[in-house]
């Protein structure tokens, strides 16, 4: 089929008159290479489809919702059988407790569960109890960190005041002596220390947690009393069946869960430990779709795949051969690439392009031949996603990387200055 996007271009230009700029937020594909489109028509496995028709296979995944594909049968079955029933009713079903019991029961740091819709929600969640608990203000955030669009973290500084970023103190990822100069400014007022399972920023490279910072971490909230929040909504379940930081031999005191915990379906979760449960209980956090019934029997039937299946090592192998088989590709056609993070949350981008143009160039071409994958935004391996389609990217990626390396000296990406000065502005 030939690559068109007449209805999405038509969509867009209704979309002006009516969404502000056409879109918001992470959906705003004017940061996107030019020719990505805007909406899309239906998934299924690790393939999505555009208004148009085209078909992508998507490392994105909804920006990780999609762990084990798009309309999977048993999660989706679980989530309309409820429906059917009645999803959002004047008080939750009996699945809000198995799903507290099963989320518990997974991460070992969590005695309680709580459940919310966005990620926003719950690390919103994590620093008021933080805040309860001790009776202090300062939270310490790593610098670039993403944790969620509310006015205390959201990235533009459009209608946020100085208060709602106040009590905010600073560090460097992984980086012991800024994490200690940090948790000195705070002084007697530390709250919590937020951390990022990984380094998941954008932009620049992904880093995995140097344990010795984990520790650090760990033992700074308990020399203060202060508590310390993993921020496990983009990465949780992708590498553990259980918090991220087990794999650092690191328990926090509360995280953060959302985005993959439901394959796609609405819902958030903030877990803890025994010693803040009273803190948890006397804050007020609400809202009208919390405790809808539908995503908790999604989420149920999506934790009962993660217990029972090699999802994780699947896409651990499969984000290995993406990664090999690009790093060698790459080279045959005279580019470097960055590859960081763990090889199933890919980030890639290019050595010697400091304006992001090959990625933007190589990215525009994947689109047209059908592999969605992101600039300057980490990715996303799928358990849908076989050794057959991970062979079809490296083929669509070879062709991608030899027109870029066709098309001669590239133009710097007007757009992403564009960017760029709105977040420093
Ligand atoms: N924390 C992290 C690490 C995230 O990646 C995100 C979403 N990208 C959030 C919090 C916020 O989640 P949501 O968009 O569901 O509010």
Request: proline letters at 4%; aromatic letters at 10%.
């Amino acid at each position: 089929m030939v690559w068109t996007n007449s209805k999405d271009t038509a969509l867009r230009e209704r979309a002006q008159a009516v969404i502000p700029n056409g879109m918001y937020g992470h959906q705003s594909v004017f940061m996107l290479p030019d020719d990505f489109p805007q909406f899309f028509s239906r998934g299924q496995g690790a393939y999505m489809w555009d208004v148009d028709g085209n078909r992508y296979l998507d490392f994105l995944c909804g920006y990780g919702p999609n762990l084990f594909g798009y309309a999977h049968a048993d999660i989706d079955k679980a989530y309309s059988d409820r429906t059917a029933q009645g999803d959002t009713l004047t008080g939750p079903g009996a699945e809000m407790v198995e799903l507290a019991e099963a989320m518990v029961g997974l991460v070992s740091h969590a005695d309680w569960a709580m459940f919310c819709k966005n990620g926003t929600d719950a690390t919103t969640m994590a620093m008021m109890i933080a805040r309860n608990h001790t009776k202090k203000n300062t939270i310490v955030l790593a610098k670039g960190a993403y944790h969620g669009a509310a006015p205390w973290c959201t990235p533009l500084k459009g209608g946020v005041t100085a208060a709602d970023r106040a009590h905010q103190v600073f560090y460097e990822y992984n980086d012991v002596e800024s994490l200690e100069a940090a948790v000195r400014e705070a002084g007697s007022d530390l709250a919590a220390i937020f951390a990022s399972p990984i380094k998941h920023d954008t932009f620049v490279d992904q880093e995995l947690p140097n344990p010795a910072y984990a520790r650090r971490a760990r033992e700074l909230c308990d020399e203060h009393g202060a508590l310390l929040i993993v921020d496990d909504v983009r990465a949780g379940l992708r590498l553990a069946r259980d918090s991220s930081w087990s794999l650092v031999g690191v328990k926090p005191d509360l995280s953060s869960w959302g985005k993959a915990i439901a394959n796609g379906h609405p819902i958030s979760a903030l877990l803890g430990a025994e010693a803040f449960r009273m803190a948890a209980a006397t804050i007020y956090v609400t809202g009208s779709f919390w405790f809808s019934a539908a995503p908790m029997a999604a989420a149920l039937a999506t934790l009962k795949l993660v217990r029972e299946t090699d999802y994780l090592e699947r896409t651990i192998a499969l984000g290995e051969r993406l990664r090999a088989g690009l790093d060698e590709s790459a080279a045959r056609h005279g580019f470097g690439l960055r590859q960081t993070g763990p090889a199933q949350i890919p980030l890639i981008m290019f050595e010697d392009d400091p304006d992001a143009a090959k990625a933007y160039a190589w990215n525009n071409a994947l689109i047209r031949r059908g592999v969605y994958m992101h600039p300057w935004h980490n990715m996303f391996i799928c358990a849908a996603m076989t050794e057959a389609d991970i062979d079809f990217a490296l083929n669509v990626a070879d062709d991608a990387f030899k027109t870029v390396r066709e098309a001669g000296p590239l133009e710097p990406v007007a757009k992403l200055a564009i960017l760029h000065a709105m977040v420093d502005a």
